[in-house]
């Protein structure tokens, strides 16, 4: 069964890619397991909210982008602590 990704878990793969030095295009289309125009969609939309900028066919995260990267990372992190907690209550009380 396919899951389908929201637009933020793939913008958020999209950007893990190219922090972890995975900058071409066909990198990153395998990396975050799109097709090319789905990819370049999303890249365009990167680069015009600057988040991601293109040079010679290799995208680097801005300083926006790194920003925005590690605030998600800090909401995974935070979203597995509280996934703990309510499991947790959830042993004691039910």
Same mark, same amino acid.
């Given at each position: 069964? *396919?899951?389908?990704?929201? %637009? *933020?878990?793939? !913008?958020?793969?999209?950007?893990?890619?190219?922090?972890?030095?995975?900058?071409? #295009?066909?990198? #990153?289309?395998?990396?975050?397991?799109?097709?090319?125009?789905?990819? %370049? *969609?999303?890249?365009k939309?990167?680069?015009?909210?600057?988040? !991601?900028?293109?040079k010679?066919?290799?995208?680097?995260?801005?300083?926006?982008? *790194?920003?925005? &990267?590690?605030?998600?990372?800090?909401?995974?992190?935070?979203?597995?602590?509280?996934a &703990?907690?309510?499991d947790?209550?959830?042993?004691?009380?039910?």
């Amino acid at each position: 069964m *396919k899951i389908k990704r929201t %637009k *933020k878990e793939i !913008v958020t793969d999209i950007l893990e890619a190219i922090d972890n030095k995975t900058n071409r #295009i066909s990198a #990153i289309m395998r990396y975050v397991n799109l097709s090319s125009s789905v990819a %370049k *969609k999303y890249l365009k939309i990167l680069i015009q909210n600057g988040l !991601v900028e293109e040079k010679n066919y290799e995208y680097t995260l801005t300083e926006k982008g *790194k920003k925005v &990267i590690e605030l998600l990372r800090e909401e995974w992190r935070l979203e597995f602590e509280l996934a &703990i907690i309510l499991d947790d209550i959830k042993k004691m009380f039910f």
